[in-house]
């Protein structure tokens, strides 16, 4: 049984910062690729960014690219998200998604677990 259980979301205001966390545990993740995804309400869920455990390569989505960070803690078994400049549209639901079966990681429906979510918002 794998889990995934997200923290550091909350309520910052526009152009501020927030550090999520995503702790995995139930098996070992030394190969295995990690995600950010987030979902606004009224919208479907979207890709936000992944990173390849064992390598660390990683992948943006257009809309984060150069103000989010994803990384990893092999050692702790955790995948962060550094989310700087935030702005009002990047409120959402984010979610850490583990084990995608596809190289093609922006398709949400291809990751195997899934944590609870973690609310982010940001004010204007």
């Known amino acids: 049984q794998v889990q995934l259980v997200e923290s550091g979301g909350g309520l910052v205001q526009a152009g501020g910062s927030l550090r999520l966390s995503c702790a995995a545990s139930?098996?070992?993740?030394?190969?295995?690729?990690m995600g950010w995804f987030r979902q606004a309400p009224g919208k479907e869920r979207e890709f936000v960014a992944a990173?390849?455990?064992?390598?660390?390569?990683?992948y943006y989505a257009d809309s984060v690219k150069g103000r989010f960070t994803i990384s990893r803690d092999n050692a702790k078994n955790t995948v962060y998200l550094q989310m700087n400049s935030l702005k009002p549209e990047d409120t959402a639901v984010y979610y850490c998604?583990?084990?995608?079966?596809?190289?093609?990681?922006?398709?949400?429906?291809?990751?195997?677990?899934w944590g609870p979510g973690t609310q982010v918002t940001v004010s204007s």
């Open positions: 998604a583990a084990d995608a079966q596809t190289t093609n990681f922006r398709d949400g429906s291809r990751w195997r677990y």
């Open positions: 990173i390849r455990w064992s390598v660390g390569i990683t």
């Open positions: 139930g098996r070992a993740f030394s190969s295995t690729n």
